[in-house]
């Protein structure tokens, strides 16, 4: 019996220091943004760093939140639940991760720059799910896609779920000879990030649940990643 391939839900990542939280950039080799040279890309505001009364409301904003989850956690840990505030890793590339966020980093041609624009949350309609596939078969890595039948929100969905009859397409497809290593980006929410990087030196800033980061490393890395997340 043939196994089916392993597919777990990615999207480019979202920066989480107060400076570029929620937000990424799009890079050539001298940190010049490309969006608009990416064909067939729908427009979005230009990716800008947040100044100083920027970052202090996100500051801001993430003490109230704690504030009125506390409850929420306390009642949680003493019935024994796993929920708990997300942690986030060491600091690894401030220039990456505080001044800057690119999610794509790649000169004129690189493979990053072919990478579909579906996986750009801010892009696409909050039902659309984009998911990476694994195969050893044929020895290609794929990006599909599909709509979600879940009701709700970008922020919040319930009910329904399941895939829309004839929404599954595949995206983008490369060798995976093509893909030269993975791994973990700790500084990110429960270390869910992970960078893809390939042969011609180019790479993409992908995040998924920490489940499916660390198998996406395990598989397209060069080893599994210190497991520090059980599942």
Do not use: C
């Not at 801010?122 to 990006?143: N, P």
């Not at 829309?164 to 397409?169: F, I, L, V, W």
């Amino acid at each position: 019996m043939v196994e089916e391939p392993e597919r777990y839900r990615v999207e480019f990542a979202s920066g989480t220091a107060a400076s570029v939280e929620k937000r990424r950039s799009f890079r050539d080799l001298e940190r010049n943004d490309i969006e608009r040279d990416l064909p067939g890309w729908p427009a979005r505001p230009p990716f800008r760093v947040r100044g100083f009364f920027g970052r202090l409301g996100r500051y801001a904003l993430t003490v109230v939140t704690r504030l009125l989850l506390l409850p929420l956690y306390i009642i949680a840990d003493a019935l024994g639940s796993p929920v708990s505030p997300e942690k986030r890793g060491k600091l690894e590339e401030p220039e990456n991760e505080v001044d800057d966020f690119p999610v794509m980093w790649a000169g004129e041609g690189e493979t990053a720059r072919t990478l579909p624009w579906q996986l750009d949350p801010s892009r696409r309609s909050w039902r659309t799910v984009t998911e990476m596939e694994l195969a050893e078969q044929d020895g290609l890595v794929r990006i599909w896609s599909y709509e979600d039948m879940a009701r709700g929100g970008r922020h919040v969905s319930w009910g329904g779920g399941g895939k829309a009859p004839g929404s599954e397409d595949v995206l983008w497809s490369v060798p995976r000879s093509e893909i030269t290593g993975a791994e973990i980006k700790r500084f990110s929410m429960a270390e869910s990030d992970f960078k893809v990087s390939f042969r011609d030196g180019s790479w993409v800033r992908l995040t998924s649940s920490p489940h499916g980061a660390r198998r996406i490393v395990a598989l397209l890395g060069q080893g599994v990643p210190e497991d520090r997340h059980p599942a």
